[in-house]
């Protein structure tokens, strides 16, 4: 018999002798009582039945003596309460000849019952001792055992780990049933108590083990989070516009023809939000999942009402980003990493097979085989107690076979216990596979009230426009509603023809000004694009096209710093850190005025081409970041035409990949001195790679290394990381690969 079997049985011996005492004590009452108390024998039966059921588990072991004497010694005890129990139970219906004999007979017992109490002490003192004896030796295994699962790192030892955890489980399970029975008898005096103290030896000596291996586990959950994070996951979702106020409520509304609200309430499977360029798909996805109405219907379909019982996780693929932001890698690594943080306590069965794997294997680059694996044992989980909704919004922005992506969503949205809201364009796979769902809405069809509350909030909250407003209110009527019907469902034509009024108000611009304006502007995206790239001034041209295919060839959002290191002015940047940045981050209000001209720069020298957008989550170095002000946007800078334009504005010597570089670097050199910086160092990482990768880009477009800047890079790790660490640790703490042990690894690594 092995140890936790032992401690098994000998546990429930020790159960069935609290019990035995509890039976004492009560046949003690009725043997006292000439009359009988029958509402005793209901007691008396309680005592038994769960006697009984413990001794069914009661078996003798072959292999220890002590266990196999003490187990017979409980059958025994069993047989002479139960011949007790015959001789003194009493019965209602019993008559008075009946109940006298009885009685006579529970005076007899007596002195039986006080010998079978001092039998069943002797057992308890026995058991006890043999018990302690058992936990010790188990106390030198756990210790084995938890110092092998500490030190391996080659091995698998997922095996370890889920024998600890029975083991532990096991014995706070006796704890828990001896304490009960414990307290229960507690007031018996006449029965001694065991002289030392299991509770102790269970609290102090085994149990203490459970917080190292709780530890431990936790530990490898955490690193399994971190290998599914990325830096760019939420950069997306941060920089949609957030929904005016007033709008989009509809997408609630009861008994509406598209069923929006019965589809969270009541369905599964795929609801499909369709739309033309710009309508507004990815502001009314974002708005959805921050809306507390959306978790209130949701949890009506997990059916439980509790908000354990429901995950929600969401993806913005986003084209114009890096290439995790439009991926497959991207999009499985999101939602494992949404999901897992918000039920860890399933990651060793969603992750079966990292969580079984070897120490390397556990926590190296994730292939698509075992991302997408975990994500289908989502939906086939025994025992599965929750529900998932997952938004995905963009899938036309999805950098692959869109047909392939389909059956990935429709795979991964099978299962009874997961559902899935996705938005794209109306693009033909995604017609094929949606459009004969009655599950689906097309959102240009549904927004022109909102556009028209847009329209009215942003020009009636304007003091300039409520004066023509009174001298004219037809006219500007008239206007707001021109607005609303030319804008064919396409909020951002919308967003950017209110902001050319709002200017045009700036400069005093009358009723027939502001209607010439909406009257100039072209109804098509491209062709509006097209005008404003033309409207920028001559003397930012030239910056501007440069920034533009920076920001095109980066596929990425820049925080405002950022753009202090790009020098688009043919000038040698600047290799001295940023002074302002040399007591960072004790912010005070000039620092702060410092980013904020930068920023007016940007909005002056780029129009509405571009936008800034607030990560709230990020301190104020990096809170606000700029991108392209839509996905349209960046496919119209793109066009043959634009670009060849762009590139000829920009100079035949301009070399986007140099500015990138260069910009990397300046980041890196001004802020490396804050690396002991939780929210440096993961943009430090960044910045490193982002210096060997454009390094490399440039030595292969122009066949010349770039020592210059790859040596300053070196020297900065240098001076501000391996003075304090060695080189494999510092590139350890950064990317958590110690195996790289010099600068040339590094390089050659990327």
Request: hydrophobic content about 40%; proline content about 3%.
């Given at each position: 018999m092995d140890a936790l079997a032992a401690i098994g049985l000998a546990s429930n011996i020790a159960q069935f002798v609290e019990y035995g005492i509890d039976f004492v004590k009560v046949a003690l009452e009725i043997t006292q009582s000439p009359e009988g108390e029958t509402e005793q024998n209901a007691t008396?039966?309680?005592?038994?039945?769960?006697?009984?059921?413990?001794?069914?588990?009661?078996?003798?072991?072959?292999?220890?003596?002590?266990?196999?004497?003490?187990?017979?010694?409980?059958?025994?005890?069993?047989?002479?309460?139960?011949?007790?129990?015959?001789?003194?139970?009493?019965?209602?219906?019993?008559?008075?000849?009946?109940?006298?004999?009885?009685?006579?007979?529970?005076?007899?017992?007596?002195?039986?019952?006080?010998?079978?109490?001092?039998?069943?002490?002797?057992?308890?003192?026995?058991?006890?001792?043999?018990?302690?004896?058992?936990?010790?030796?188990?106390?030198?295994?756990?210790?084995k055992t938890v110092d092998a699962l500490s030190a391996s790192s080659e091995t698998s030892h997922a095996e370890l780990a889920a024998s600890l955890e029975k083991t532990i489980k096991m014995l706070g399970s006796i704890s828990s049933k001896l304490n009960d029975k414990s307290s229960r008898s507690a007031s018996d005096l006449y029965i001694p108590s065991p002289q030392f103290s299991l509770d102790d030896a269970l609290n102090n000596h085994i149990l203490p083990y459970a917080t190292r291996v709780t530890d431990m586990m936790e530990q490898k959950k955490e690193k399994i989070l971190r290998t599914l994070h990325y830096?760019?996951?939420?950069?997306?979702?941060?920089?949609?516009?957030?929904?005016?106020?007033?709008?989009?409520?509809?997408?609630?509304?009861?008994?509406?023809?598209?069923?929006?609200?019965?589809?969270?309430?009541?369905?599964?499977?795929?609801?499909?939000?369709?739309?033309?360029?710009?309508?507004?798909?990815?502001?009314?996805?974002?708005?959805?999942?921050?809306q507390y109405v959306t978790k209130q219907l949701l949890l009506e379909w997990s059916g439980s009402g509790n908000s354990h019982d429901l995950v929600i996780a969401k993806h913005f693929f986003w084209s114009p980003g890096t290439s995790i932001q439009k991926s497959q890698e991207g999009l499985f690594r999101a939602l494992l990493f949404q999901i897992l943080s918000q039920r860890p306590e399933i990651i060793n069965?969603?992750?079966?097979?990292?969580?079984?794997?070897?120490?390397?294997?556990?926590?190296?680059?994730?292939?698509?085989?075992?991302?997408?694996?975990?994500?289908?044992?989502?939906?086939?989980?025994?025992?599965?107690?929750?529900?998932?909704?997952?938004?995905?919004?963009?899938?036309?922005?999805?950098?692959?076979d869109h047909a392939e992506l389909v059956r990935i969503i429709r795979k991964i949205g099978s299962p009874p216990n997961?559902?899935?809201?996705?938005?794209?364009?109306?693009?033909?796979?995604?017609?094929?596979?949606?459009?004969?769902?009655?599950?689906?809405l097309r959102i240009h069809d549904l927004t022109r009230d909102d556009m028209e509350t847009f329209v009215r909030e942003k020009l009636h909250g304007n003091p300039r426009f409520q004066r023509l407003q009174s001298s004219n209110w037809l006219a500007a009527s008239y206007l707001v509603n021109d607005i609303t019907e030319r804008a064919q469902g396409v909020f951002l034509w919308t967003f950017l023809v209110v902001h050319s009024l709002l200017r045009g108000l700036r400069n005093e611009d009358e009723i027939s000004d502001l209607r010439r304006r909406v009257e100039a502007l072209p109804d098509d995206l491209s062709e509006y694009f097209d005008r404003m790239l033309l409207s920028i001034e001559d003397v930012y041209q030239q910056r501007a096209s440069r920034l533009f295919l920076t920001m095109s060839l980066a596929r990425t959002t820049f925080p405002v710093i950022a753009f202090f290191y790009m020098e688009f002015d043919d000038i040698s940047p600047d290799k001295e850190p940023l002074s302002f940045?040399?007591?960072?981050?004790?912010?005070?209000?000039?620092?702060?005025e410092i980013l904020m001209v930068k920023k007016r720069q940007l909005i002056a020298q780029c129009k509405?081409?571009?936008?800034?957008?607030?990560?709230?989550?990020?301190?104020?170095?990096?809170?606000?970041r700029v991108g392209f002000l839509h996905r349209t946007v960046v496919d119209f800078l793109q066009t043959d035409d634009v670009n060849r334009k762009l590139i000829r504005l920009a100079g035949r010597d301009f070399e986007p990949r140099r500015t990138l570089l260069q910009t990397n670097l300046g980041q890196a050199r001004s802020l490396m001195h804050l690396h002991g910086r939780t929210y440096i160092r993961s943009?430090?990482?960044?910045?490193?790679?982002?210096?060997?990768?454009?390094?490399?880009?440039?030595?292969?477009?122009?066949?010349?290394?770039?020592?210059?800047?790859?040596?300053e890079l070196k020297y900065l790790i240098d001076k501000h990381l391996a003075h304090r660490w060695t080189f494999s640790h510092a590139m350890d703490v950064l990317f958590e690969l110690p195996e790289i042990t010099t600068f040339l690894t590094l390089a050659t690594g990327v």
């Open positions: 008396i039966r309680v005592i038994v039945q769960d006697m009984t059921n413990t001794l069914k588990d009661i078996n003798t072991s072959g292999s220890d003596e002590t266990l196999d004497a003490l187990a017979s010694k409980c059958l025994s005890a069993s047989s002479e309460i139960n011949t007790i129990i015959a001789e003194i139970s009493r019965k209602p219906e019993d008559n008075i000849v009946q109940t006298l004999h009885k009685a006579g007979k529970s005076l007899l017992k007596r002195k039986e019952v006080r010998e079978l109490a001092d039998r069943l002490s002797s057992i308890r003192v026995q058991i006890s001792h043999h018990l302690l004896v058992l936990l010790r030796k188990q106390q030198l295994v756990l210790g830096d760019q996951l939420w950069d997306r979702e941060y920089s949609i516009t957030d929904a005016h106020t007033k709008t989009f409520q509809w997408i609630f509304g009861a008994h509406s023809a598209f069923k929006f609200r019965e589809w969270l309430q009541e369905e599964s499977g795929i609801y499909w939000i369709t739309g033309k360029p710009g309508s507004g798909k990815s502001t009314l996805m974002k708005f959805v999942t921050e069965q969603v992750c079966a097979e990292r969580w079984n794997a070897s120490y390397a294997d556990s926590f190296g680059p994730w292939s698509r085989r075992q991302l997408l694996g975990a994500l289908e044992n989502l939906g086939t989980m025994q025992n599965a107690t929750f529900k998932a909704c997952i938004f995905l919004d963009g899938l036309d922005e999805y950098d692959g997961i559902k899935i809201c996705a938005a794209s364009r109306p693009w033909l796979d995604f017609l094929d596979a949606f459009e004969s769902s009655p599950w689906k940045l040399a007591d960072w981050p004790d912010v005070d209000q000039d620092k702060v509405d081409l571009i936008f800034i957008s607030a990560d709230p989550t990020a301190p104020v170095l990096f809170a606000e943009r430090l990482a960044q910045w490193i790679l982002g210096c060997m990768y454009y390094a490399y880009q440039l030595e292969v477009s122009t066949g010349k290394p770039q020592i210059t800047e790859l040596d």
